[in-house]
């Protein structure tokens, strides 16, 4: 596990230009200083949050944060985050953890409008569900899953994986006549749980009998691939799909 690890050990801090400089420049709303993001290529909620900073028009300055070599559990992250949990934001000294609560603050503080996360009680409302879905159903159940193949060898438990196919099929039938989880058009709850299921794929984990939720994977990998899909998410999820075989 240190090995795959160590090989990002060397690089400290790594600066990515997210943006694109036209939005940038038109945005008054931009933030004055670059955005810090501790982070880890792999970790499927920090892919979450930089993609969202790419489709926002966002500069983050990313640090890597090495898990594996207990970079989480320094004094100096502990007192920033003492749930010592990657990602988390330093936006200017507001210090935020919890991918999701990210997602929706940088659309909120520097959104041009509010597409990604509505205003609107009704539309915002949907939104959240799906993102405590995530958090509470779709992702825990897909870790319930996977950890224990990830980190400590085992074989797949088909009772959890029958338990991940159920909140697929609640996912798929939320996705019922809508082109996104949410609505129409693409939100941090599709951002938030797209990365699941680029896991899923890297896993050669098959899901295809769910036809909306195969139907909109393809239609949320085409929206997100002018914002790093491939080079943010696809990556991060071979990285753990690798993992997963040796
Ligand atoms: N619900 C959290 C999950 C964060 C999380 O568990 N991150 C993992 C890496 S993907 C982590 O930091 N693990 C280290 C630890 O919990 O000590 C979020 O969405 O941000």
């Not at 979450?48 to 790419?54: R, S, T």
């Not at 503080?109 to 405590?132: I, S």
Request: with cysteine; net charge neutral; hydrophobic share 45%.
């Amino acid at each position: 596990m240190r090995t795959l690890w160590s090989s990002f050990a060397c690089i400290s801090i790594l600066i990515i230009s997210v943006g694109n400089a036209v939005a940038r420049s038109k945005n008054s709303k931009m933030p004055a200083q670059h955005i810090k993001l501790h982070y880890m290529p792999p970790s499927p909620p920090s892919r979450a949050v930089m993609m969202a900073a790419k489709v926002l028009g966002i500069d983050l300055e990313l640090v890597l944060t090495n898990l594996m070599e207990g970079a989480h559990l320094t004094p100096e992250f502990l007192k920033m985050n003492p749930q010592h949990t990657i990602p988390t934001m330093d936006d200017n000294g507001f210090i935020l953890w919890e991918s999701r609560a990210i997602l929706g603050y940088l659309v909120n503080a520097y959104g041009r409008d509010d597409t990604l996360y509505p205003k609107n009680p009704r539309l915002r409302a949907l939104v959240d569900q799906r993102l405590y879905f995530d958090a509470g159903t779709l992702f825990s159940r897909y870790m319930t899953l996977y950890r224990p193949m990830l980190f400590e060898g085992a074989q797949m438990d088909e009772t959890h994986a029958a338990k991940l196919n159920e909140a697929i099929s609640w996912l798929n039938t939320m996705l019922e006549g809508r082109a996104f989880v949410a609505g129409d058009n693409l939100t941090i709850a599709d951002i938030s749980i797209i990365v699941t299921f680029t896991n899923l794929e890297a896993f050669d984990y098959d899901f295809s009998q769910y036809e909306n939720v195969s139907k909109w994977f393809q239609r949320t990998k085409k929206a997100l691939e002018p914002y790093g899909y491939n080079d943010i998410d696809v990556a991060g999820a071979q990285i753990l799909a690798n993992f997963l075989k040796n």
